[in-house]
């Protein structure tokens, strides 16, 4: 099997990691079967020794000057050091040693050597900003001014794009320090003790003498993994180590063409999982050159909302349809449910940690223990609500730019935003949301499909008109013009008004369409932004009314058509029988049929397009329809897209 990537013309290698478990595996030299719990066994003694083998190299290499050494890229002698980890180590003669008496080949020692090196290489970064910190450290780190702004974006390692909230975080941390001990911390390794070694292998760090990876030459949904592990956890020689052979069931998003990459293992809960790393070939995304694009805005309950806008030749931008929403409100208020309780939790643990001490035989060390584990579960449940939230977010907004052939996906930068100043409820909601993971997985999903997703700034995206620039007045709903709020959005200028998403979004797509010019990679993630908003392209980052109607003019042209009375109100003519004697009971009054069912959950919940109206002091979100979304809780509005300049394949609906 070639171990090469065959591309063609117009595509590009994308890596991606699927994840699997190893349930069974064979001793290919006697034939022995291990179970689920053996393969667990002998996987953790070989991932014990080497995060001991990497914890040790951390620990002594844990200082300013060897990290420093690592992060200038260069040996010694001045050349360039490897990209790989433990060849960089291995180059500047960093060793890790194996525990007296126990004999590992060379490729363990490498996978060490690779876990170290890659935490010292991440610490360079964090070493180089809290450097800058400290030698603009503000008089009042509380708040800094503009000028202190600049200067310390001067000198942080690429501040000048750096999210001010990486920076604040920073500044919090050393002001703890701070209010600690009496005095600033000296550099980064004063203030952060060594990281913790995870127990994980590293099998991409080794070759076919410790593992080796191949599909299967028949069934593409099979693969055969082989390395060789430890039948004891402190080996004494070479003959305590065997090879074992482990199948592998390939999950269904690895394609056919994928080539496999060897994994890394770890045990959690009794099981050897499995990340698989594999690559295959996708269309290559262009930075420039767009003509539909697709529009993200956040939202806090209205998670994102979305629509498309296409660029016509003589330069004037028009919207497609009226957009669309991800409404997400009964999935936040669980998790915030949870939160709370976490909370509860984590307070009630404190205090009886403060209680016990370091006591094992107190009566509350039982109590403890149960608190402790509850914590876990409750934490496993929120991080498993917010991974689905935001899947199901990610592929939602896809399926958006596919379905309207868009080639581009805009959404705004919000990672410097900070929750303030709007209540300790309001602030906790908005420091929770899951932005990050959801932009992640729509650069995931969406490259699959050629299609690149481009930040831009945030800038009055919802303060100015997405018709005129003019900035909005923002009311409470529209049935309530007089009453001062955020939702509702009017243009005192052009007379536009709308929900306040729905105009956000078409300044985000308009913005990205006349600045895409400015859009700029990133070598190391491959992301793609729009950094700076120039003024020229950004007063033509309007978007033209459309003079297409939505239907026939109503209009009135004349006096009104006289009405024939009717003889009888509007209801049920015949009056309803007297209440019988026996257990029946009587035929209702009204329109409503004797045979129709009572109407589902969702048909009593808002969830217009648009806003109409604030909703009552004390509501719930009473979710969606069984059957309508991953949750009871999320659902997505259906798409109203107005007539398109050109043919969109698949239809006009997502």
């Keep these: 099997m070639s171990r090469?990537?065959?591309l063609a013309g117009g595509e590009t290698s994308r890596t991606a990691c699927a994840r699997g478990v190893l349930r069974r595996g064979f001793e290919e030299k006697t034939g022995e079967t291990l179970?689920?719990?053996?393969m667990a066994q002998r996987v953790d003694w070989c991932a014990a020794l080497v995060s001991g083998m990497s914890a040790e190299l951390l620990n002594s290499r844990w200082n300013t000057r060897d990290v420093g050494v690592l992060a200038s890229g260069v040996d010694a002698q001045g050349h360039k050091l490897p990209s790989h980890a433990w060849m960089a180590l291995r180059r500047l003669n960093w060793r890790a040693m194996a525990p007296q008496g126990v004999r590992v080949n060379d490729r363990i020692v490498r996978m060490a050597q690779e876990q170290a090196g890659r935490q010292l290489r991440s610490a360079g970064w964090r070493a180089g900003l809290t450097a800058g910190v400290l030698a603009t450290w503000p008089a009042d780190p509380a708040k800094r001014t503009t000028k202190e702004w600049d200067e310390v974006r001067d000198a942080a390692p690429g501040g000048r794009y750096l999210p001010s909230s990486v920076i604040t975080s920073r500044t919090r941390q050393i002001s703890a320090f701070t209010h600690e001990h009496g005095r600033?911390?000296?550099?980064?390794f004063e203030l952060e003790t060594a990281p913790r070694a995870a127990r994980l292998l590293l099998l991409s760090a080794c070759d076919a003498q410790q593992a080796t990876i191949e599909r299967h030459e028949t069934d593409a949904d099979r693969a055969l993994l082989r390395l060789q592990l430890p039948t004891r956890p402190d080996p004494q020689s070479y003959r305590?180590?065997?090879w074992v052979a482990c199948p592998i069931t390939l999950p269904p998003t690895i394609p056919a063409s994928a080539v496999l990459h060897l994994p890394t293992l770890r045990v959690?809960?009794?099981?050897?999982?499995?990340?698989?790393?594999y690559s295959h070939p996708v269309p290559k995304t262009a930075r420039s050159g767009h003509r539909v694009a697709l529009g993200v805005d956040w939202g806090l309950n209205t998670l994102l909302t979305a629509g498309a806008t296409r660029l016509h030749n003589d330069g004037t931008i028009t919207a497609l349809g009226v957009g669309c929403m991800f409404r997400a409100a009964g999935v936040l208020a669980k998790q915030h449910r949870l939160r709370r309780e976490s909370e509860h939790l984590q307070a009630k643990a404190d205090h009886y940690r403060r209680l016990t001490g370091e006591d094992t035989s107190h009566t509350l060390a039982a109590k403890l223990r149960v608190l402790n584990g509850e914590l876990r579960r409750v934490s496993d449940r929120r991080s498993n609500l917010n991974a689905a939230l935001a899947w199901a977010a990610a592929r939602w907004a896809v399926d958006q730019a596919i379905t309207t052939s868009a080639t581009v996906i805009y959404i705004e930068d919000l990672r410097s935003m900070e929750a303030r100043t709007m209540g300790r409820t309001m602030n906790t909601r908005l420091s929770h949301q899951v932005r990050?993971?959801?932009?992640e997985h729509m650069r995931h999903l969406a490259a699959e499909v050629g299609i690149p997703v481009v930040t831009v700034p945030a800038r009055n995206t919802s303060k100015h008109c997405p018709q005129c620039l003019v900035p909005l007045r923002h009311r409470k709903a529209p049935d309530r013009p007089a009453t001062p709020g955020w939702k509702w959005a009017m243009c005192p200028a052009c007379g536009w008004q709308g929900d306040r998403d729905q105009g956000a979004w078409r300044r985000i797509a308009a913005r990205g369409l006349t600045h895409q010019a400015e859009t700029v990679t990133d070598r190391a993630t491959g992301a793609m932004a729009i950094h700076t908003i120039v003024d020229t392209l950004e007063t033509r980052a309007v978007v033209t009314p459309s003079n297409d109607k939505a239907g026939p003019d109503r209009s009135k042209t004349g006096s009104t058509r006289r009405q024939a009375t009717r003889p009888a109100p509007r209801r049920r003519r015949a009056p309803s029988p007297a209440t019988p004697s026996g257990p029946a009971g009587k035929r209702p009054e009204g329109h409503a049929h004797t045979d129709r069912p009572g109407l589902p959950r969702a048909?009593?919940?808002n969830q217009g397009v648009t806003t109409i109206s604030t909703l009552t002091p004390g509501h719930r979100p009473r979710g969606a329809a069984l059957g309508a979304g991953f949750h009871w809780h999320a659902h997505a509005t259906p798409p109203r897209w107005g007539p398109l300049c050109g043919p969109v394949p698949g239809g006009a609906r997502g």
């Design 603 to 605: 048909a009593h919940r």
């Design 35 to 38: 179970g689920r719990a053996a």
């Design 184 to 188: 600033l911390p000296g550099d980064l």
């Design 436 to 439: 990050g993971k959801i932009r």
């Design 268 to 277: 959690r809960l009794g099981q050897v999982r499995v990340d698989l790393a």
């Design 4 to 6: 090469r990537l065959q």
């Design 240 to 242: 305590d180590w065997t």
